[in-house]
């Protein structure tokens, strides 16, 4: 799914995901080009009671993409 969305989204798009069963760093690697733009994001349940998200940082996130994400 992000080798696809990597070759169709636009280059200042970050790629978010909310898996907690594959790293983050991983999903990056299946966008080489653009693994500095991959970042996990999990919304905590119940969310309309629980206000709060985890932004998850791979290998190559860059700084820029984890500032953006929060």
Known sequence: IFQNI???AP???IL???TSSISI???GGTVP???D???GMH???PVPVMQL???IRGLQTSDETHKLTL
């Open 43 to 45: 919304f905590m349940n």
């Open 11 to 13: 280059e200042h798009a």
């Open 16 to 18: 978010a995901t909310n």
């Open 37 to 39: 733009k991959v970042i």
């Open 33 to 35: 080009t653009r693994a």
């Open 25 to 27: 760093s991983k999903i």
């Open 53 to 55: 998200v985890e932004v």
């Open 6 to 8: 990597g070759k169709v």
